[in-house]
């Protein structure tokens, strides 16, 4: 058995709240340009926020301007973007007026702390115990990754290290509102703090 933060739906926020939340706008550094998909040139989707221990924040991008076509899950293909920033002097950043920049809603993330062999049995665990359908449970803080494929952990682009496992992200409670990773699949974030690198892929 192992302690496993899972990170549960916590209800509607403001599209820039800061904590951990999926939805809304990023919160970035100032002269953040808003990222670009390197296959079709549009603009991507903001996914996720997620503040860490040090005080520095991931922020996750990914196209969603022609799916499957982008290769968005792949992490360096150019469909998809990952960011560490300094927690210091961020300022909420207007999506671009074209493309698909922004998830049908907002949902800020509560972190529950939950002993089971696995992430899907505490998944399972916490929707039972307190009544709620699992698709409320986001994903999870920290821990092991539970891969749908083969384990697919990256290398840091800067150092060439392993890069840490950070958070495993669930595509959201609503199919009509939620990010898209193929249709039930997972997104995982990765971060080498070191060299201020994050890496975001998805499976399906």
């Given at each position: 058995m192992a302690v496993i933060t899972l990170m549960t739906y916590a209800g509607a926020v403001a599209p820039d709240a800061v904590g951990v939340r999926t939805g809304g706008v990023p919160l970035a550094p100032a002269g953040f340009a808003?990222?670009?998909?390197?296959?079709?040139?549009?603009?991507?989707?903001?996914?996720?926020?997620?503040?860490l221990a040090s005080g520095t924040v991931l922020t996750v991008f990914m196209c969603q301007n022609q799916p499957g076509q982008c290769e968005e899950w792949d992490p360096w293909a150019g469909g998809n973007r990952a960011f560490l920033w300094p927690g210091e002097e961020l300022a909420p950043v207007a999506p671009p007026d074209e493309g698909v920049t922004r998830l049908g809603e907002v949902s800020g993330v509560a972190c529950v702390d939950v002993e089971a062999a696995t992430y899907f049995d505490a998944?399972?665990?916490?929707?039972?115990e307190n009544q709620?359908?699992?698709?409320?449970v986001l994903g999870q803080r920290g821990g092991e990754p539970e891969w749908v494929q083969g384990e697919e952990?990256?290398?840091?682009?800067?150092?060439?290290?392993?890069?840490?496992?950070?958070?495993?992200?669930?595509?959201?409670?609503?199919?009509?509102?939620?990010?898209?990773?193929?249709?039930?699949?997972?997104?995982?974030?990765?971060?080498?703090?070191?060299?201020?690198?994050?890496?975001?892929?998805?499976?399906?």
């Open positions: 808003w990222p670009e998909c390197a296959t079709c040139g549009g603009a991507m989707q903001f996914l996720s926020q997620l503040p998944s399972t665990e916490w929707a039972k709620r359908p699992v698709r409320e952990t990256p290398d840091c682009p800067g150092c060439g290290e392993v890069m840490p496992f950070v958070a495993q992200w669930e595509e959201g409670r609503d199919h009509r509102t939620s990010a898209n990773f193929g249709g039930g699949g997972s997104g995982y974030t990765f971060a080498c703090e070191a060299c201020a690198r994050a890496v975001f892929l998805w499976q399906c």
